[in-house]
């Protein structure tokens, strides 16, 4: 299976789960909205987003599935599965004992993680009971990401890339029911944890039709027990530095009524190039790099990086030219309404800008990190992404404070500094990679990024003309701004789609690969 066809796989269930991620966050921002109940139920989610993109969008998977494979193909599947049994039991049992000690010490996080709000608060004292509600989520995540490398190292991405999807329905479910802000915060709250029970439970189901017994015990730690626990640790780590960054620029946000909102809703939309195209590309290209590691082949491995990062801005540069050209324009039209006004819009679009830039950056990380994995690999990348965290904790911190001392929003400098580190994050990688001799970016790569990049802007000059004389649309469009902005995303995918096939942004065998995936 190609690598396109692959990614395409992967991208299409994920972009399936998105759309409904959406439907599920405009109800969301309707009832709730942004301010101290917005904020505390925001609040309530960063574990549960943590781990949901540490685990499910995988970079465990990224650790676990080069380790997996090898023993797979070196000792056979009945070792493999009791390296996959015994790693379970002992992830599971370590976040198990994470959520109950959580349970107790929630009052305490919420210093850290919630701390602009004093703590007799309304904000401060739901965020603890709703967090305590979707903690259970994290040992659920800590399954479904097993079992999913597990179903990706045979080839099998449909039901770890649709597993996800069930979130969204039990949220859509539960905002539908939601009778207040508060009421809807509880009740989408006790979906969180519901949907991730469903999610490890249909994955079990999925493992189990590919002939591999796991259960649920006491783990024993073997040898290729401590070695993957060794390669997943430091991994897990390295391939959550975004993730990791986000939830410091929550926590500092917090001192901001609103921020947290303002910048989750940002955040939702410039996840979106992230979800659909870097992990798609990542997983997809991970086990054949490991297997052109194993085989010593240099340039089947440096001819899939070319074609992982290719696909992967020629996807994702567009993307980041229209969430800075239009970042209010899109937030309005998806959330405001209801209890998220157009003031939240706007102030949210402080933020997209900012993260609008670091789109490319955030992706570059998710297909080069792999590189590193597949020869096992984790301890470099992992240092890497902990010395972003350290630039995006004092830079976000600085620029926060700083803002806030001249009279300025503060929450625009945590989107700016998220951004910065995603770009140190993935230049170090990058230049890791070819220190070793890892990697050497071919010419091809270099004209398509070109080609890329002039495509992209061709599109952005359509949507300034069209931002600038919004007559164009409103005249021909009477369903209001929702419909506008789905119009203007159209013209925008579809300016670009010519432009990237007039500059070879788009090569034709891309699309006959598209085609032959499709057809299979």
Known sequence: MSLLRNTLTQSSLTMSSRILGFIRDILIAAKVGAGPIGDAFVTALMFPNLFRRIFAEGAFAQAFVPAYARTLEADGPEAAADVARQTMRGLFAATAALVIAAQFAMPWIMKVIHGGYEETSESFQLAILLTQITMPYLACMALAALLSGVLNSSGRFVLSAGAPTLLNIFLITAALFGEDNRHTALLAAIAVSAAGVAQAALLWWGVSRQKVSLSLGWPKLTPSVKKVIALA?????????????????????????????????????????????????????????????????????????????????????????????????????????????????????????????GVPAFVLIKVLAPGFFAREDTKTPMRFALFAVAINTALGAGLFFWFKSQGWDG???????????????????????????????????????????????????????MLRHPELVQER??????????????????????????FGAVRPSDLKGMRRGSAT
């Open 233 to 357: 640790i430091p991994g897990t780590i390295a391939a959550s530095g975004v993730q990791i960054n986000i939830l410091v620029s929550q926590a500092l946000a917090s001192f901001e009524e609103g921020a947290k909102s303002w910048l989750f809703y940002a955040d939702r939309l410039y996840q979106l190039p992230l979800g659909i195209v870097g992990v798609a590309v990542g997983v997809a290209i991970l086990p054949r790099l490991a297997r052109a590691a194993r085989a010593d082949d240099t340039k089947s491995a440096h001819g899939l990086l070319d074609d992982g990062i290719g696909l992967a801005m020629a996807l994702t540069v567009p993307a980041a030219i229209a969430l800075m050209v239009a970042p209010a324009y899109l937030i309005e039209g998806l959330y405001a309404r209801g209890a998220f006004t157009l003031n939240d819009a706007s102030q949210s679009g402080l933020a997209l800008v900012h993260y609008g830039w």
């Open 411 to 465: 929450f625009p400098g945590l989107a700016i500094a998220t951004s910065v580190a995603a770009w140190l994050n993935a230049a170090m990688l990058f230049i890791g990679l070819q220190a070793r001799g890892w990697y050497r970016p071919g010419r091809r790569l270099v004209m398509r990024i070109i080609s890329v990049t002039l495509a992209s802007l061709a599109m952005g000059g359509a949507l300034l003309y």
């Open 477 to 502: 469009v009477a369903y209001g701004r929702f419909v506008e902005v789905l119009v203007f995303i159209a013209v925008g995918a579809a300016v670009y789609g010519i432009a990237a096939i007039l």
